[in-house]
C-alpha cells in the first residue's frame, strides 16, 4: 500500500517534467526560432509609416518681399477597418449624476455627421468612401477624407476625439501678394506637383525632399505609443528663390495695364520693364492675371504669362532692328535718303504698301522711322542681303527663346530664314511682318540698342539659397557686343525724334526727359494662312535715352475701343513715367539731336 503514493507521486512528476518540456520547446521557437519572423508580423499589424515632409523654398523678389511660401496645413485621414468596426464609445456626464460618467455608445453615421461639418463633406459621402475601401481591401486602414484643411480645421477635428480618424502634417503653398506677379511665380497643384511658372521650372531649387518614419499604435485605435516612432529618412528642406522683379513695381504696372485694357475692350495686355544695362527684369505684366492662390478663377488661356508664351508679328516696333542693321552694315545713317511711294513693287514681285497715303516722299531713314514708312524701309532694307538681316535677327535673339527658360517660352518663328523666306516675306520682315517674335524678345532688342549694341541676357532670376546658406547664381550675366556703338547711338537718335516728332507726341511726353520709342499696329495671324480683324498695338523704347536705364515695351492684343498705338502710348507714359520716379532718375542734360525727316 505503501508503494502506491510513491508511484503516483513519480508519474506526476514525469508528466509535470513533460509539460514544462513541451512548454520550453513552444518557448525557445517563439522567441529563439520565429523571434524576428513574429516580431516582424507584430510590427505590421500596429505599424504605420508616415511622410516626413520638408518644406518648400520661398520665392522672394529683389527686395525680399515673399511671393510664396509654404504654411503648414492637415491631411486628415481615417481607419475604414476601425471605422467599421463598431460605434463609438464616449465618456458623458450621467443624466442621473452629473458628478459621474457613464459609457455612450455614438453611432457611425452620427460620427460621420460631426466629421463632415467640420471639413466639408457630407456624411454619405465619407461613408462611401469607408465602403469603398473595404470593399478594395476588408483590412483597409488608411483613406485621406481631406486633404491641406487649414489649423483652425485641423483643431476642431481634434476636438471630435475619433480614434481612427488622424491628422496629418502637410506643409501648403501660399501666395502672400495674390495675383502681384502671378503670372510668373505659377502655382501648385493639390498632390503637391508644381503646375506652371516658376514654381514649375525652378522646381530643382525649390522642391523639398521627404522623408519617412514609422510608429506602433494601439489595435483599438491609432494613438502612437510613447517611443515607438522610428525615423527611417529625414527630411530635407527646398532652397529660396530670389527673382530680379519688384513686386512693388509690378503691381503698379499690372494695374496701369489692367485699366487700359478694361478702358480700350482689348483682349489682353503684357507690359515688360527691363534694366537697359543688365537686362535684368523689374516687371513683367500679364493682363489678365491668375491669382495662383485660386487658379480656377481665371480661364486656361490667361494662367500663364503671354510675355514668354505668345508670340505675334510685331509690326513696327521691329524697323528698330532693320534700321540698326543697315547702320552696322555701312549701307546708311540717319540722314541717308530714299523716295519712297505709297506703292513700291520691287523687282522680285512682291507687293509693299504704306498704312497711310501719300505721293512720293524724300524721306531720310530718320523720316521713315518717325512717319513708319512700310516702303521706305523696305529700300533701306534691300541695301543688306537676306543672310545678313537673318543673322542681325539671330544676333538680337529672335528666333530661340530667352535665357530665362520659362515653362513653354515660344521661340518664335523665322520661318527659316532666306531658304524660307517667299518673295513677299523677304520684303515684309524687314518692318515686322512675315515672322514672329514675343514680347520679351522684343524687350530685349531696344535692351540692345539702348546698351550701346550689347545684348545682355534676359534675367529674371537671380539665384537659389540652399538650407545651407550657399547661394547659386544664374551663370548668364555675360554680355555679347551685336551692333558697333555708332549703329545703336544713331539708332538711338532716330528713335528719340520718332518720340518727339511722331503722331503720338502729345500723348507719351514725360517731362524732363529724352525718351527713345517705337509704336507698332501689327496685323494677328489667324492660324489659318490670313489675318484676323483685330490688331496687336505696341510700344517699346527707353530712358533716359542719353543715358539709357530703362526698357519699357507695351503690347495690347485688339483694344476695339482704340485700336492703334494711341491705346497702348499712354501704358508706355505711364509705366516709364513710374520707373523713372521709382528709381530716382536723374533727369536728361542736353536736349535730343534735331535730325531732318525729309531732304
Known amino acids: 500500500m505503501s508503494r502506491h503514493p510513491m508511484r503516483r507521486i513519480l508519474l506526476a512528476a514525469v ?13 525557445v521557437d517563439i522567441q529563439v526560432v520565429r523571434a524576428a519572423e513574429l516580431n516582424q508580423e507584430s510590427t505590421q499589424v500596429r505599424s504605420e509609416t508616415r511622410t516626413l515632409y520638408g518644406t518648400r523654398g520661398e ?14 496645413r492637415y491631411d486628415i485621414a481615417l481607419s475604414p477597418k476601425q471605422a467599421a468596426s463598431g460605434p463609438l464609445v464616449r465618456e458623458e456626464p450621467d443624466p442621473a ?12 453615421d452620427q460620427v460621420l455627421a460631426e466629421l463632415g461639418a467640420v471639413i466639408g463633406k457630407p456624411a454619405a459621402q465619407l461613408q462611401q468612401l469607408i465602403d469603398d475601401s473595404l470593399a478594395a481591401d476588408p483590412d483597409s486602414d488608411f483613406a485621406y477624407a481631406a486633404k491641406l484643411v487649414d489649423t483652425e480645421t485641423y483643431e476642431q477635428v481634434k476636438k471630435l476625439d475619433i480614434p481612427w480618424v488622424v491628422p496629418y502634417e502637410h506643409p501648403g503653398r501660399r501666395y502672400p501678394n495674390g495675383a502681384v506677379a502671378g503670372n510668373l511665380i505659377g502655382f501648385m497643384g493639390d498632390d503637391g506637383d508644381a503646375l506652371a511658372g516658376l514654381e514649375l521650372s525652378e522646381d530643382q531649387c525649390l522642391a523639398a525632399e521627404n522623408g519617412e518614419s514609422s510608429f506602433l499604435h494601439s489595435l483599438k485605435d491609432w494613438v502612437a505609443i510613447p517611443g515607438s516612432e522610428v525615423v527611417h529618412k529625414q527630411a530635407r528642406d527646398g532652397g529660396d528663390l530670389q527673382l530680379t522683379i519688384d513686386s512693388d513695381l509690378q503691381w503698379d504696372v499690372q494695374r496701369i495695364a489692367a485699366a487700359q485694357v478694361q478702358a480700350t475692350g482689348a483682349q489682353w495686355a503684357t507690359v515688360t520693364v527691363m534694366e537697359a544695362k543688365t537686362g535684368r527684369l523689374l516687371a513683367v ?9 485660386d487658379p480656377a478663377g481665371v480661364a486656361s488661356d490667361d494662367r500663364g504669362s503671354r510675355s514668354f508664351t505668345a508670340p505675334f508679328e510685331p509690326g513696327s516696333t521691329l524697323k528698330a532692328l532693320t534700321a540698326a542693321s543697315v547702320i552696322d552694315a555701312g549701307k546708311a545713317d540717319p540722314l541717308s535718303q530714299v523716295v519712297a511711294p505709297y506703292r513700291y513693287l520691287p523687282p522680285n514681285g512682291a507687293d509693299i504698301n504704306d498704312s497711310f497715303f501719300h505721293d512720293d516722299t524724300r524721306y531720310t531713314l530718320t523720316g ?22 537673318y543673322q542681325d535677327f539671330l544676333d538680337f535673339g529672335l528666333g530661340n527663346p530667352t535665357e530665362v527658360g ?12 532666306p531658304d524660307g523666306w517667299d518673295n513677299q516675306t523677304k520684303y515684309a520682315t524687314m518692318f515686322g511682318q512675315g515672322l514672329t517674335t514675343t514680347a520679351l524678345q522684343i524687350a530685349s532688342v531696344y535692351q540692345t540698342i539702348a546698351n550701346g549694341g550689347v545684348r545682355m541676357p534676359v534675367t529674371l532670376v537671380e539665384g537659389c539659397r540652399a538650407p545651407d546658406g550657399t547661394v547659386t547664381e544664374n551663370p548668364s550675366t555675360e554680355g555679347r557686343q551685336v551692333i558697333s ?7 538711338s537718335q532716330m528713335l528719340e525724334r520718332v518720340y518727339a516728332d511722331g503722331w503720338l507726341s502729345d500723348v507719351w511726353q514725360i517731362p524732363g526727359y529724352r525718351v527713345a520709342a517705337k509704336t507698332g499696329t501689327a496685323q494677328v495671324p489667324d492660324g489659318q494662312g490670313g489675318y484676323q480683324s483685330g490688331y496687336l498695338v505696341s510700344v517699346s523704347g527707353f530712358a533716359p535715352a542719353d543715358d539709357p536705364e530703362f526698357v519699357v515695351s507695351v503690347s495690347i492684343m485688339d483694344p476695339v475701343k482704340m485700336n492703334s498705338s494711341a491705346a497702348s502710348a499712354p501704358v508706355f507714359q505711364q509705366v516709364m513715367s513710374q520707373v523713372l520716379k521709382k528709381y530716382r532718375t536723374v533727369p536728361s542734360g542736353a536736349p535730343a539731336p534735331e535730325l531732318p525727316a525729309t531732304w
Open 406 to 417: 520659362f515653362p513653354s517660352e515660344a521661340s518664335g518663328d523665322l520661318h527659316g530664314g
Open 285 to 293: 505684366a500679364d493682363v489678365p492675371t491668375v491669382d495662383p492662390n
Open 15 to 27: 508528466l509535470l517534467v513533460a509539460m514544462v518540456g513541451v512548454f520550453v520547446v513552444r518557448l
Open 97 to 108: 449624476d452629473p458628478a459621474k460618467t457613464i459609457d455612450v455608445d455614438v453611432p457611425l
Open 59 to 72: 520665392i522672394v523678389d529683389a527686395n525680399g518681399t515673399v511671393l510664396a511660401d509654404s504654411v503648414m
Open 368 to 389: 521713315v522711322l518717325i512717319d513708319s514708312s512700310n516702303t521706305g524701309m523696305s529700300l533701306f532694307g534691300e541695301r543688306l542681303t537676306d543672310e545678313q538681316r
Open 485 to 491: 556703338e555708332q549703329a545703336a547711338d544713331q539708332t
